[in-house]
């Protein structure tokens, strides 16, 4: 479990492919390394990756071919940057909310407006997801908490902070960048409760109706 407060921007150093698909990314940082060790889990771009490689100022970490096919880890080559943050410990604030680092789906960002104190970014997504984007609620885009600023038909805008700015990755998007969503976990779990009897009361609807009309 994560909070999406990005720790440090590491750098992909090197990056292997293994079997059909599934890739070992070696990362260069620092702040992170302090006190992970191997098999430890650590979210990159919002990924939760487990390391299976640790040197003095490097770490290896795996992706699976699910992982590849569902993420923009994917389209990481040598030298780009990446979030960094590790997982959640039981006597830290909790200072954004609570992420999982399992990534639902990726977004594009269709546009970037510089604001007085603040840069808004508006991230398309697919239709069967933005259903779960609530204004003012949260979210995590490549593993940063951030406040849904708008929703839109099939979008949502987000406002981030110079600090967040200057401290992530997004001082590198663009316009057309792939990024990694996460859904605020209270929305799944919502969802998941509520879709059974959501479904009864549905079926019970229509056979009234069908009842209305065949009398």
Request: aromatic share 6%.
């Amino acid at each position: 479990m994560f909070t999406g407060i990005i720790e440090e921007i590491g750098n992909v150093g090197g990056i292997k492919g293994k079997g059909t698909g599934a890739r070992e990314f070696h990362i260069k940082c620092k702040s992170v390394m302090s006190d992970l060790k191997l098999g430890d889990s650590l979210a990159v771009n919002g990924v939760c990756l487990t390391i299976v490689e640790r040197k003095v100022s490097e770490i290896g970490v795996e992706a699976v071919e699910e992982t590849i096919r569902k993420t923009s880890l994917g389209n990481l080559r040598q030298g780009d940057s990446v979030n960094l943050e590790r997982p959640l410990t039981l006597n830290s604030r909790l200072g954004g909310h609570l992420v999982q680092g399992h990534v639902d789906t990726t977004g594009k960002v269709v546009s970037i407006e510089r604001l007085l104190l603040s840069r808004m970014f508006r991230i398309r997504l697919s239709k069967a997801f933005m259903k779960y984007i609530i204004p003012v609620g949260s979210i995590a885009v490549d593993g940063v908490s951030l406040t849904v600023a708008q929703k839109l038909s099939d979008s949502f805008k987000v406002a981030v902070i110079p600090h967040t700015y200057n401290n992530t990755i997004f001082r590198y998007y663009r316009v057309g960048s792939t990024v990694n969503i996460e859904i605020d976990l209270v929305a799944k779990l919502v969802e998941s409760i509520a879709e059974p009897y959501v479904d009864g009361l549905s079926r019970v609807a229509l056979g009234e109706k069908n009842k209305i009309q065949g009398s």
